[in-house]
């Protein structure tokens, strides 16, 4: 019997030992990441999550459902639109053994991307990304490469690219449309 209290001890502390490894390493991911069981119920969420969120702890825990915490955050106001849409889509794509990959923009201005993996076990993980910054730097440097850096007006690459869209716009109406250029003599000398 001493011998099985111990085995049992040991293995108890080897069972400790990985959850606290499997916790350290949840919480250190960068994504936001949350594990649902099949029934759509939450099995594991990481800290980055709630803070991407604005989430508590106390609320955002095992055993709630995908349902519940998209009304959570819809009173803490981190999501909008219609939550019961939003939540049957996930789990249609889910039940289909699909993934899903979407780019949303919370309430307060930033642009998180949300990936839903499905697992063998009819479950999925949910990593959420705030690209944010991302974002603005493509945007920055998609200005910066069409306009102009002392006047601000769209450049030639501007120019090119409005072209092709307007030769494309009219191939496909058959309507017509013209280029007026204009040359200004000595812009250098006034640039």
């Known amino acids: ?3 099985k209290a111990r085995a049992d001890q040991e293995r108890a502390e080897r069972l400790w030992e990985q959850s606290s490894r499997f916790d350290v390493a949840v919480n250190n991911i960068f994504h936001g990441l ?15 999550y709630l803070q991407i969120y604005g989430l508590s702890p106390e609320v955002v825990k095992p055993g709630l459902t995908l349902l519940e915490l998209i009304k959570y955050r819809a009173e803490t106001g981190s ?3 219609d939550l019961h849409q939003y939540c049957s889509k996930i789990l249609e794509q889910i039940s289909k053994g699909q993934m899903t990959s979407q780019v949303v923009e919370t309430t307060d201005g930033r642009t998180i991307h949300i990936v839903n993996q499905p697992m063998v076990d009819g479950g999925w993980v949910a990593t959420h990304e705030d690209v944010t910054d991302k974002v603005h730097a493509e945007k920055r440097i998609w200005y910066l490469a069409h306009n102009d850096s002392l006047t ?5 690459a501007a ?18 449309f013209a280029i007026l250029c204009i040359d ?8």
């Open 1 to 3: 019997a001493l011998m």
């Open 34 to 48: 949350v594990m649902f069981d099949a029934s759509g119920r939450i099995v594991v969420c990481n800290d980055r």
């Open 79 to 81: 999501f909008k639109g």
């Open 152 to 156: 601000d007006l769209p450049n030639r």
């Open 159 to 176: 120019f090119v690219e409005h072209f092709h869209v307007m030769i494309d716009e009219a191939s496909k109406t058959g309507e017509q």
């Open 184 to 191: 200004l003599d000595h812009f250098k000398e006034v640039n």
